[in-house]
């Protein structure tokens, strides 16, 4: 089974997070297949818009801390490196889409995850979505822009506080800080996606592409991407700590 799914119909592309029975947590096999499936939706000119979606009852709860304790002691370093180093490629290529990217986000997003939802130029979220960092319980590093994009989303005092506090963001709370454009039902979140679909493709596509590029000029994503590798340098400095181990041990203990 692909760990990551993707559908193409038409002008529209749905790219499916898809390990539901691991909350769709991020291991270098998922985000290695987001890599490949998000190059050929950016090489094929004729697509209008992505949904980005997944699979379960969560979104995706960021790196898997079972998969990093697996890791021997001595080797987390390396495998961060290739997770937290995809992540951050798949986070640039979802903002560097030509296209509008619309995130159909039904359940939690923690952790390095919130890079997606970030990437997303509309969202739609249920009221069973919350926002919650954990790095701090963990005893990891911020990565998935929590500090390289969510400060200059939200502005840098609540950023702070969030993360610092471990305070999980409910639904309405999400929508009320712009991380999410429209909080709806379960029921109506298809539909919601649909209406937006019917929008964005019914554009004139260059003059999406144009407004698209605008939005993110060269230096600006020039500085999200040193900050995403600042995230990740600071990661690998970390992963391989005494906090870093015993914390993963506490959290697996207590999810056990």
Same mark, same amino acid.
Not at 69 to 86: E, S, T
Not at 121 to 143: N, R
């Given at each position: 089974?692909?760990?990551?799914?993707?559908?193409?119909?038409?002008p529209?592309?749905?790219?499916?997070?898809?390990?539901?029975?691991?909350?769709?947590?991020?291991?270098?096999?998922?985000?290695?297949?987001?890599?490949?499936?998000?190059a050929?939706?950016?090489?094929?000119?004729?697509?209008?818009?992505?949904?980005?979606?997944?699979e379960?009852?969560s979104?995706?709860?960021?790196?898997?801390?079972?998969g990093?304790f697996?890791?021997?002691?001595?080797?987390?370093?390396?495998?961060?490196?290739g997770?937290?180093?995809?992540?951050?490629?798949?986070? /640039?290529?979802? =903002?560097? /889409?030509?296209?509008?990217?619309?995130?159909?986000?039904?359940?939690?997003?923690?952790?390095g995850?919130?890079?997606?939802? =970030?990437a997303?130029?509309?969202?739609?979220?249920?009221?069973?979505?919350?926002?919650?960092?954990?790095y701090?319980?963990v005893?990891?590093?911020?990565?998935?822009?929590w500090?390289?994009l969510?400060?200059?989303?939200?502005?840098?005092?609540?950023?702070?506080e969030?993360?610092?506090?471990?305070?999980?963001?409910?639904a309405?709370?999400?929508?009320?800080l712009?991380?999410?454009?429209t909080?709806v039902?379960?029921?109506?979140?298809?539909?919601?996606?649909?209406?937006?679909?019917?929008?964005?493709?019914?554009k004139?596509?260059?003059?999406?592409?144009?407004?698209?590029?605008?939005?993110?000029?060269?230096?600006?994503?020039?500085?999200i991407?040193?900050?995403?590798?600042?995230?990740?340098q600071s990661? /690998?400095?970390?992963?391989?700590?005494?906090?870093?181990?015993?914390?993963?041990?506490?959290f697996?203990?207590?999810?056990?």
């Amino acid at each position: 089974m692909s760990l990551a799914r993707l559908d193409i119909a038409g002008p529209v592309a749905r790219l499916t997070l898809n390990r539901p029975e691991r909350h769709n947590s991020l291991v270098p096999a998922l985000v290695d297949t987001l890599k490949q499936d998000l190059a050929r939706i950016a090489a094929m000119p004729d697509l209008r818009a992505l949904v980005l979606q997944a699979e379960g009852r969560s979104f995706s709860t960021g790196g898997d801390v079972g998969g990093f304790f697996a890791v021997p002691r001595g080797q987390r370093r390396a495998y961060a490196d290739g997770l937290v180093g995809g992540l951050n490629d798949c986070i /640039l290529a979802l =903002l560097d /889409l030509p296209m509008p990217v619309l995130g159909r986000i039904q359940g939690p997003v923690t952790g390095g995850s919130l890079g997606f939802l =970030l990437a997303c130029d509309l969202a739609a979220i249920t009221p069973q979505v919350f926002i919650q960092p954990y790095y701090t319980e963990v005893g990891f590093s911020p990565d998935g822009g929590w500090t390289a994009l969510l400060p200059t989303r939200i502005g840098d005092a609540a950023a702070r506080e969030i993360q610092l506090r471990n305070r999980r963001i409910a639904a309405t709370e999400i929508v009320q800080l712009g991380l999410a454009t429209t909080l709806v039902e379960p029921e109506a979140l298809d539909a919601t996606i649909d209406g937006w679909l019917a929008e964005v493709v019914a554009k004139q596509p260059g003059a999406m592409r144009r407004t698209k590029t605008n939005l993110l000029p060269p230096a600006r994503r020039a500085a999200i991407a040193a900050a995403l590798e600042m995230e990740k340098q600071s990661f /690998l400095e970390q992963i391989d700590s005494e906090e870093a181990h015993h914390g993963m041990a506490r959290f697996l203990a207590k999810s056990a």
